[in-house]
């Protein structure tokens, strides 16, 4: 099973350089996350896909936008990279049922961006 | 809205000695607890979650924590770590019908020889 597979896992980007974080998963699962992890703030959310056909902003959208292009694919793009989004991002899955506060994330491995 | 504050960034254990890793939380409704796990260059994988009944939940690895609603606590403690643990750990709570997560800002654990 692959679960929660992201790419690129590595990515250099200048200042301005827009470009999209890929993020598939194979577990039918409704929901579908984009976190970003630095130093000292733990994570934090990006946006959010609560199932198909919706997203809606988490702590901190700003920069960034989404698109959720099939059960399976939720992406997260920068349309102009800022050094401030240099960062690990994590794209997660779970499966809410009727309690979608108490719902276990897969998450993948990260992708680990630098913006110069 | 809700909150978690973990208070050590960093906690130092020699192997086979006893840990206990701190998570606070603040909310105002009832919540859902978790522990992950970030083991170098990985992403995070649940360690144990606390849904509802008993207060002592045991995780993967040896790990428990204990849910104190008096004191919205939900401490982590292994009673003889590995090097294997070298990790950094998330406390995080859900609500409700919430469909997104609070992390902490995670305990790196280091254990040595």
């Known amino acids: 099973n692959a679960g929660v597979t992201q790419t690129p896992k590595f990515q250099v980007l200048k200042t301005g350089q827009s470009m999209t974080l890929q993020c598939a998963q194979d577990m039918n699962h409704n929901s579908m996350y984009w976190y970003r992890q630095d130093p000292g703030m733990g994570l934090r959310l990006i946006y959010y896909?609560?199932?198909?056909?919706?997203?809606d902003k988490g702590e901190v959208p700003n920069g960034y936008n989404v698109s959720r292009l099939n059960k399976r694919e939720f992406s997260l793009r920068l349309e102009s990279a800022a050094p401030s989004q240099t960062s690990v991002y994590f794209c997660?899955?779970?499966?809410?049922?009727?309690?979608?506060?108490?719902?276990?994330?897969?998450f993948g491995a990260g992708s680990r961006l630098t913006v110069l | 809205a809700q909150s978690v504050t973990q208070l050590d960034s960093q906690v130092p254990v020699f192997e086979e000695a006893p840990v206990e890793l701190r998570c606070n939380y603040s909310s105002s409704v009832s919540v859902y607890l978790f522990w992950y796990v970030q083991y170098p260059n990985q992403g995070l994988q649940l360690l144990l979650k606390?849904?509802?009944?008993?207060?002592l939940v045991k995780g993967i690895n040896g790990f428990e924590a204990e849910f104190n609603k008096s004191q919205t606590s939900f401490h982590l403690r292994k009673p003889s770590v590995h090097i294997s643990d070298t990790a950094e750990y998330f406390c995080a709570v859900g609500t409700g019908t919430a469909s997104k997560l609070t992390f902490g800002t995670g305990t790196r654990l280091q254990v040595t020889l």
């Open positions: 606390y849904l509802s009944g008993s207060t």
């Open positions: 896909s609560a199932s198909e056909g919706t997203t």
């Open positions: 997660a899955s779970s499966s809410p049922g009727h309690l979608s506060g108490a719902n276990v994330l897969t």
